[in-house]
Every structure is written in structure tokens, then in C-alpha cells.
């Protein structure tokens, strides 16, 4: 059952509100993800989409789990890089600079009215994307000792998924993009935005870490409808699992955050990439 809880919009405060509030008990939640394709079935705002309903669900389930911590929604921001895909119409590609400033935007305005706590949310996996973040996080926690998290690159890079998920009976490692779990999640979600189409489509992979599709678009690699994985396996109680796991990763970030323990860190091999990347 969805639980019916309000959430508190930021967009929808006064500043007397936003003044008042007690700075130390408060989380604010800032979900940014790109429009991007998603092959032919999913609709370009699917990351988007989902970390806004990921991250309102997390704020419901924290009301409960810790009635002490005030939690915000900061308006989503649909903007994010996309370094393979931009050969689709509907992708929409900003620099890792970009991604940096905006972040970097909303934690220090914040924190030069008292605002100690920022969860970045992000579904958007790209490298690029991520250095964008984490280096706003970096320079946010230097210059105004904020505390801040992005909950989901360390769990996904590190391919927890594939540790805690159903057995499926198939390698679910080289679904990669609008395959099998974003095509599921959509289908329990938001099914009327999942083209029918979807359960024709072939299974197609890719390796999209390796040193040859560097540089190389989507269609150059063959991926001609822009997916990749098997969109046709798509089952709605696996989406089901697959959104609350995401919205537990998102809760118990918040709580270590707020707690003052360490937050997860990105897999060293992610680091050396983002340190290797130059901006774009
Ligand atoms: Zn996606």
C-alpha cells in the first residue's frame, strides 16, 4: 500500500517558513537527472521520473523511521550528462560543469541560511555525471562544512543490485540501459508510459566499459533503438522490489548522514575514472 504521508515541497514555502526552520534537524533532498532516451518504450524522463518518486517515498518512509528529522523536497532538475545517447532525439546533454554548478548552487545558498544537510539524488549513472556531483559535494563540504550524500552511484557501482536481487534465472549484469530492470520498474509504476512495444523488442548487449566504445555513440555501436538489454523480460513484482530497494537505499543514506557516520563511497575504480575524465 503507498503510503499517503505529505511531503514538504520547497517550492511551495515562504522564506518566513524556510527561515524558521530548525536548521539541524532538517534534510533537504535534491533529485537531478537528465531527459534522455530509453529506447523506444520508456518515456526520455524515466530516470528523472523515477528518482523524484524514489526520493518522495524515501522522505514518506523517514517520517516514520525518524519522526525527529525534518525532511524537504528541493524541485527536480532535469538536467544530467549524457555521453552516448545524444544521436536520439529527446537526450539532452549538459556538461559535468554544469551538473557541478547546479548542485553546487543549491548546497551553498542553502548553506549560507544555516541548511547543514543535502541528499543528492540521482538514478543518472554516467561518469561524468557523477564527477559533476561529487566534486559540488566536495567543494560544499569545505567551504561550509555541509553534510552531503548521493546515495545511489556507491550502491549501483558496486553492483549491489545484483547481490540482494530475486533470482531471475538469467545474467542480469549486462542490463545496462531500458533493459529488463528500468523497462520493470516502469511497468509497476507508471505501466500507461510503457509502450506495448516493448515486449517485442530483442534482447541486445553491449559492453559500455569497454576501451572500444570509447567515444563511440549509441548507434555507431549498433544500438539502433537505444536500449540495451532485454526490455521483454520486464515483470512487475521484480519492478516492485526493485523500487523499494532503491527507496531503502535512499532511507538508510538519510539516517547515516543525519547520524554522522560515513557515507558509502564510490568503488575506487569509479573514483580513477572520474579523476582520469576531463570535464565535457
Ligand atoms: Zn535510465
Redesign the pocket.
Known amino acids: 500500500m503507498k503510503n499517503e504521508t505529505k511531503v514538504l515541497k520547497f517550492e511551495e514555502l515562504n522564506w518566513k517558513q524556510i527561515e524558521t526552520l530548525d536548521k539541524k534537524n532538517t534534510v533537504l533532498f535534491l533529485p537531478i537527472s537528465p531527459m534522455e532516451e530509453?529506447g523506444p518504450h520508456l518515456p526520455v524522463g524515466?530516470?528523472l521520473i523515477t528518482i523524484r518518486d524514489v526520493t518522495t517515498e524515501a522522505i514518506k518512509t523517514l517520517k516514520t523511521k525518524k519522526p525527529d528529522l525534518k525532511c524537504i523536497l528541493l524541485p527536480a532538475v532535469p538536467i544530467g550528462f549524457c555521453e552516448f545517447n545524444t544521436d536520439f532525439p529527446g537526450t539532452i546533454s549538459s556538461s559535468g560543469k554544469v551538473v557541478k554548478d547546479i548542485v553546487y548552487s543549491f548546497g551553498s545558498s542553502l548553506a549560507e541560511h544555516g541548511f547543514k544537510y543535502l541528499v543528492i539524488c540521482t538514478?543518472?549513472m554516467s561518469i561524468v555525471h557523477l564527477k559533476g556531483i561529487y566534486s559540488a559535494m566536495k567543494q560544499l563540504e569545505s567551504k561550509y562544512k555541509m553534510k552531503t550524500c548521493e546515495p545511489w552511484g556507491p550502491y549501483f557501482h558496486a553492483n549491489i543490485i545484483e547481490k540482494n536481487e530475486p533470482k531471475l534465472g538469467f545474467d542480469t549484469t549486462r542490463e545496462l540501459?531500458?533493459g529488463f530492470r528500468?523497462t520493470s520498474l516502469m511497468k509497476y509504476q507508471y505501466p500507461y508510459l510503457l509502450d506495448e512495444s516493448y515486449k517485442n523488442l530483442q534482447s541486445i548487449y553491449r559492453d559500455l566499459n569497454s576501451p572500444r566504445v570509447l567515444g563511440k555513440k549509441f548507434k555507431q555501436l549498433g544500438l539502433k533503438d537505444g536500449y540495451v538489454g532485454s526490455p521483454a523480460r520486464a515483470d512487475v513484482d521484480y519492478g516492485r522490489w526493485f523500487f523499494n530497494e532503491t527507496v531503502n537505499v535512499f532511507v538508510n543514506a538519510t539516517i547515516d548522514l543525519f547520524e554522522g557516520k560515513k557515507p558509502p563511497e564510490l568503488p575506487g575504480r569509479i573514483k580513477t575514472a572520474m579523476k582520469a575524465l576531463f570535464w565535457r
Do not use: I, K, Q
Open positions: 530509453h524515466t530516470d538514478f543518472h540501459h531500458a528500468e
